[in-house]
């Protein structure tokens, strides 16, 4: 072959692979930003409770799946792990706001899932289903939503999120019978266990285990620093993004050339490697097809071996780097060049306005580095390099997702060996603390950077220094049992808040008390019915016989009545409402002087969204305030309080 | 051989039986009554908050371990692994309390665990490590104690009891790998894999599916037929064991003829079977040892093969069944009448006074029905027998256990057949769906039956009907902020109260106020330091310098400070001591007019011991009562309120 063709070839396989990323980014950049990235954080943020209406929208699932698959053909180093979660949710979301009435779908059964609750528990099935789909691990999908995902348990969501992954699996395998024949092009290869690498018998000793714990702890060294550099890339990276949607597209073109640049050029520079004696040209040395010794720009009967890896589908290279059949076939310098080429690769390649995965990313550098390490030790250990692949593997998802058991399925399933078990767990377990002594996992990392008010599962140390009061922000806004109209629309207009306190108040009762919290959407609701009287009068009966309990749902994601669609006529605005029918009378409350880690446990514990602050001595006004996630958050208390000492 | 050589084989067989179910009878009887039955369902009230002395305490411990093995050996069909999961939960216990006093074992570090929460987290590490060491199945002994034995989760919990059942997995390595020369009897045998079935790739068409369904739905009700049988058999013994230790090991002493009446009288009605060709007399025919072809009363080259299942280990036993090297092994009719006396003798054992695991008898019963029903379909269906007694055994546990997650991880690492996981996932779910429709898992109707005081998960639907001050009884014991030393005394031994609120009234402050909630055993402590004062005084100073908090830590179970230890002189007793400094000022409170299901859910959630129920209009008394665990019961509510719709 001339050099010419080379060059040709270099600027076909760039061109190609611009096209398909410039199709990703600007779907991305001008559809739907929210289908940026791995969208684990994000599915992870709203079932902690943060209602943010993007994340979860129909054109984001459109943007998301389509996005994902042309990010991945375009070569770039992302996975499709993380973007099949998040399009699992996104399904989820759908099915549970009862279709979409943009688009015309829409089912009456579905109401059943106008509510917080089992709203919250579809969308963690789907993010389970994602994840078996993508691994097919349906157990480990269970375990990643309930470990990594959710942030409340239940044991019946336990039982859900199985049922949900077992038909994940048995359409999975459906299909993959299907496919057998072939035509479904590479999909269905290697049946259900993606890498098996059953066929070796694992039997090490104490060299071994010392070599184990190596690994661990360097994996969980690289995993900290693979999640410190993806902070910093992506603190650049958003501000570039800031600057509007073409900054966006431009950003994904340039690292979409560099991507193609790596990937062809540096298999240029590394000579070639005979093919190994005993393999026939059919499946040594190819050219134009799917295989694992890659001929690119050797002579007949030689392979180049970077260009195996790199060149390859990611999956083709993960089976590679942990395959055993040929211990010799790539050499360590390649097994470096190839590691750094995918850790720098796939830490500047997050937060481009493209679909991307992280696993993929961290289990190829993890793969590599374990190999390049079993190559190193080849002499001492018994552990054959496949082996070491796969617990490099390990330690760099341990290191930089900080899961345990969910990473330990994940890895049996996608590997079938049973019998490195014991391993795997030491190898996570080290990777892992080593790992939460520098920074905290990847994905709460980014929720933190996105500004999402996540709940800790935990209180903060110096949350006990301070009482509920403290923190409770006025003034407050109160309504009585039975308001004026003219007030309830005033302080709708004037804040944003979701829940208001009701006071019943005299003449209806001898002193004021707390009568409960009212939503903003049912206050809406019920404007909009205009059951009003001119004086101030108990009107429950009447509005228990106009509404139903399914009027008053929980709408779709920002699909809530508005306040700006009702329509209320000027003599209407002194007329009273009952507020009584649609108070919440059994709000959960806590005392001014409570402590404030206290009230954060119980307000976490039982998901709440507010929390009636009550004062302790009587004769004041019935409430004090309404504490919301919001006041929750270091941010806003380190701010009142700045000469507080955080880790007291 | 001569027929009296049979009988004095059956008397030699019958005798040592006896002999070893006496001891264990007798040790569980007259020493340790906690120690018989399965204690799973002990550890499981133990850590939704039952404080029960006996359950975890040494002797305990002590018994369970002597009495398992006995229990084991004698015969009788029954598990190790819930006697296992009791021993490792006791053992944290001792741990948890610092060790022992009574055997002078103690650490000082272990002072850190004296509290409730890292006490149950230990505990539940220990459970974990039982399942770990009884199945071999790390995985399955984390995701165990989660979903069956633990009530609250926490993501530092599932940290640590992976951490734990890592060092199970390689403790058990190790031992395995040392004893692989044969020196520890049958120990060790399957290796880390107890049941290898790998070797058989399945391949399943739609008839499979409907078979597997099938087997799913029968599984179900035969499970909830057992738990039926098990709950009638547990109140019918019960009724003896009240008796007296006496009558527990006679009622042990029947069981034990009664099983080896059937282990030898019932394949002595068999015909023999000629053993495989191709298999020398070293394998097939044994007599004197461990082997899967046992002759029994059979001419050479003949076995019987109900002898070979039901003279076997439980282990050997399951193995055969599992096995799909020869399908013809067991007949249709021997495998009949094996599942119908492993399942009424497996009802009838459980409930006796030694210690009894409920896995091994549900897994010999649903494997030989399993292994049935594929005997039976050998003609239509692909999957070989052994596959059917998998699933079969999958099948009864999901309808006697009701697990999901935990089942299948642990059927998964017992068989190493991740190929099996949909067909698996399939049958747990069927099975589980079908038999909750008639009973509670067995576990739960143990603790039941128990009359342990567990709290459910969620709230009862009709909870909603109630309020909070509805189900508080009265009258309430209430102590002053600065309170007199007699009172204190006679309202301890008016009652066995744990907590008393404390409310704090003038000359300190304006109006009476509720401060907080003190424990006895912090009131007893506090006592016992008797910084007393003449009058009215507030003399928290003094107390902080007196006390440190580790006075006030938590005892060992059943080891706190006693009233009765109490000297105070007669004229002590008109003195006052100042309660502040012990009283815990942040309690939860709800207010009466609470929704009892949301009391109970804040209850459950946040794993309180008591809720302070506060009234609603100021001038009244400032607490109306303290909700415990017991006022949830609806034994009591239902009592309180008989006319009450239970489903509404």
Same mark, same amino acid.
């Given at each position: 072959?001339?050099?010419?063709?080379?060059?040709?070839?270099?600027?076909?396989?760039?061109?190609?692979?611009?096209?398909?990323?410039?199709?990703?980014?600007?779907?991305?950049?001008?559809?739907?930003?929210?289908?940026?990235?791995?969208?684990?954080?994000?599915?992870?943020?709203?079932?902690?409770?943060?209602?943010?209406?993007?994340?979860?929208?129909?054109?984001?699932?459109?943007?998301?799946?389509?996005?994902?698959?042309?990010?991945?053909?375009?070569?770039?180093?992302?996975?499709?792990?993380?973007?099949?979660?998040?399009?699992?949710?996104?399904?989820?979301?759908?099915?549970?706001?009862?279709?979409?009435?943009?688009?015309?779908?829409?089912?009456?059964?579905?109401?059943?899932?106008?509510?917080?609750?089992?709203?919250?528990?579809?969308?963690?099935? /789907?993010?389970?289903?994602?994840?078996?789909?993508?691994?097919?691990?349906?157990?480990?999908?269970?375990?990643?939503?309930?470990?990594?995902?959710?942030?409340?348990?239940?044991?019946?969501?336990?039982?859900?999120?199985?049922?949900?992954?077992?038909?994940?699996?048995?359409? +999975?395998?459906?299909?993959?019978?299907?496919?057998?024949?072939?035509?479904?092009?590479?999909?269905?290869?290697?049946? &259900?266990?993606?890498?098996?690498?059953?066929?070796?018998?694992?039997?090490?000793?104490?060299?071994?285990?010392?070599?184990?714990?190596?690994? /661990?702890?360097?994996?969980?060294?690289?995993?900290?620093?693979?999640?410190?550099?993806?902070?910093?890339? +992506?603190?650049?990276?958003?501000?570039?993004?800031?600057?509007?949607?073409?900054?966006?597209?431009?950003?994904?073109?340039?690292?979409?050339?560099?991507?193609?640049?790596?990937?062809?050029?540096?298999?240029?520079?590394?000579?070639?490697?005979?093919?190994?004696?005993?393999?026939?040209?059919?499946?040594?040395?190819?050219?134009?097809?799917?295989?694992?010794?890659?001929?690119?720009?050797?002579?007949?009967?030689?392979?180049?071996?970077?260009?195996?890896?790199?060149?390859?589908?990611?999956?083709?290279?993960?089976?590679?780097?942990?395959?055993?059949?040929?211990?010799?076939?790539?050499?360590?310098?390649?097994?470096?060049?190839?590691? +750094?080429?995918?850790?720098?690769?796939?830490?500047?390649?997050?937060?481009?306005?493209?679909?991307?995965?992280?696993?993929?990313?961290?289990?190829?550098?993890?793969?590599?580095?374990?190999?390049?390490?079993?190559?190193?030790?080849?002499?001492?250990?018994?552990?054959?390099?496949?082996?070491?692949?796969?617990? /490099?593997?390990?330690?760099? +998802?341990?290191?930089?997702?900080?899961?345990?058991?969910?990473?330990?399925?994940?890895?049996?399933?996608?590997?079938?060996?049973?019998?490195?078990?014991?391993?795997?767990?030491?190898?996570?377990?080290?990777?892992?603390?080593?790992?939460?002594?520098?920074?905290?996992?990847?994905?709460?990392?980014?929720?933190?950077?996105?500004?999402?008010?996540?709940?800790? *599962?935990?209180?903060?140390?110096?949350?006990?220094?301070?009482?509920? /009061?403290?923190?409770?922000?006025?003034?407050?806004?109160?309504?009585?049992?039975?308001?004026?109209?003219?007030?309830?629309?005033?302080?709708?207009?004037?804040?944003?808040?979701?829940?208001?306190?009701?006071?019943?108040?005299?003449?209806?009762?001898?002193?004021?008390?707390?009568?409960?919290?009212?939503?903003?959407?049912?206050?809406?609701?019920?404007?909009?019915?205009?059951?009003?009287?001119?004086?101030?009068?108990?009107?429950?009966?009447?509005?228990?016989?106009?509404?139903?309990?399914?009027?008053?749902?929980?709408?779709?994601?920002?699909?809530?009545?508005?306040?700006?669609?009702?329509?209320?006529?000027?003599?209407?605005?002194?007329?009273?409402?009952?507020?009584?029918?649609?108070?919440?009378?059994? *709000?959960?409350?806590?005392?001014?002087?409570?402590?404030?880690?206290?009230?954060?446990?119980?307000?976490?514990?039982?998901?709440?969204?507010?929390?009636?602050?009550?004062?302790?001595?009587?004769?004041?006004?019935?409430?004090?305030?309404? &504490?919301?996630?919001?006041?929750?958050?270091?941010?806003?208390?380190?701010?009142?309080?700045?000469?507080?000492?955080?880790?007291?």
């Amino acid at each position: 072959m001339l050099k010419d063709n080379y060059i040709m070839a270099f600027f076909t396989f760039a061109g190609i692979n611009l096209v398909l990323a410039t199709c990703a980014g600007a779907l991305c950049a001008y559809i739907a930003p929210a289908a940026a990235g791995s969208g684990i954080p994000e599915v992870k943020a709203y079932l902690n409770g943060i209602d943010a209406h993007s994340i979860l929208a129909p054109s984001t699932l459109f943007v998301k799946i389509l996005g994902s698959i042309l990010g991945v053909a375009a070569g770039f180093v992302v996975g499709k792990e993380g973007p099949m979660v998040h399009t699992g949710a996104c399904i989820a979301n759908l099915l549970g706001q009862g279709g979409s009435k943009k688009y015309h779908l829409t089912w009456k059964w579905l109401r059943f899932f106008k509510n917080d609750r089992d709203r919250r528990d579809l969308i963690t099935c /789907g993010a389970a289903a994602g994840v078996a789909a993508a691994f097919r691990a349906p157990v480990g999908g269970v375990l990643f939503a309930l470990e990594e995902v959710a942030s409340w348990w239940r044991s019946a969501l336990l039982w859900r999120t199985f049922f949900t992954t077992a038909v994940v699996a048995v359409v +999975l395998r459906s299909l993959i019978e299907f496919c057998r024949s072939g035509n479904c092009g590479l999909f269905g290869e290697g049946g &259900l266990i993606m890498f098996d690498i059953n066929s070796t018998i694992p039997d090490y000793n104490m060299v071994d285990l010392l070599a184990v714990t190596l690994i /661990g702890v360097v994996g969980g060294i690289f995993g900290s620093l693979y999640n410190y550099l993806v902070d910093k890339v +992506l603190r650049t990276y958003s501000r570039v993004n800031e600057k509007g949607p073409n900054y966006r597209v431009i950003l994904v073109i340039i690292i979409s050339l560099l991507t193609s640049c790596c990937a062809f050029g540096i298999p240029w520079f590394t000579t070639c490697v005979p093919c190994p004696i005993g393999l026939d040209a059919d499946q040594c040395s190819t050219v134009d097809r799917s295989g694992n010794y890659k001929r690119f720009h050797c002579p007949p009967n030689h392979y180049n071996d970077l260009a195996s890896l790199i060149l390859n589908t990611n999956d083709d290279a993960i089976r590679s780097l942990y395959s055993s059949v040929n211990e010799n076939e790539f050499r360590t310098s390649t097994l470096l060049v190839f590691f +750094l080429a995918m850790f720098t690769l796939g830490v500047i390649t997050y937060g481009i306005a493209i679909p991307s995965g992280l696993f993929i990313p961290v289990i190829l550098a993890g793969a590599s580095y374990g190999r390049l390490v079993g190559t190193l030790l080849t002499s001492v250990s018994n552990l054959d390099v496949g082996l070491f692949a796969l617990l /490099g593997a390990a330690s760099f +998802l341990g290191g930089t997702m900080r899961m345990t058991v969910s990473l330990c399925i994940i890895l049996l399933e996608l590997t079938n060996n049973l019998l490195m078990l014991p391993l795997m767990m030491l190898v996570l377990l080290i990777s892992k603390s080593v790992a939460d002594n520098f920074n905290k996992g990847v994905y709460d990392q980014i929720v933190r950077m996105k500004g999402l008010p996540f709940l800790e *599962p935990h209180a903060e140390p110096y949350m006990r220094q301070l009482v509920a /009061g403290d923190v409770v922000s006025g003034p407050l806004i109160s309504f009585s049992g039975v308001e004026k109209v003219s007030n309830i629309i005033h302080s709708l207009r004037l804040t944003s808040h979701n829940g208001f306190p009701v006071v019943d108040e005299p003449p209806f009762i001898e002193a004021p008390e707390l009568c409960g919290v009212v939503l903003r959407s049912h206050l809406i609701t019920l404007l909009k019915g205009k059951i009003f009287t001119k004086d101030k009068r108990l009107t429950g009966n009447e509005t228990l016989r106009r509404f139903t309990a399914t009027d008053f749902a929980k709408a779709g994601l920002g699909k809530g009545p508005k306040l700006e669609d009702l329509d209320i006529l000027p003599t209407e605005m002194d007329m009273y409402v009952d507020l009584h029918p649609i108070t919440n009378t059994s *709000p959960y409350t806590v005392v001014e002087t409570m402590s404030l880690a206290k009230a954060a446990v119980a307000f976490r514990e039982l998901g709440l969204r507010h929390l009636c602050v009550v004062p302790k001595t009587p004769g004041r006004p019935p409430i004090v305030g309404i &504490l919301t996630r919001h006041d929750f958050m270091s941010e806003h208390i380190l701010g009142l309080y700045p000469g507080i000492d955080e880790h007291k």
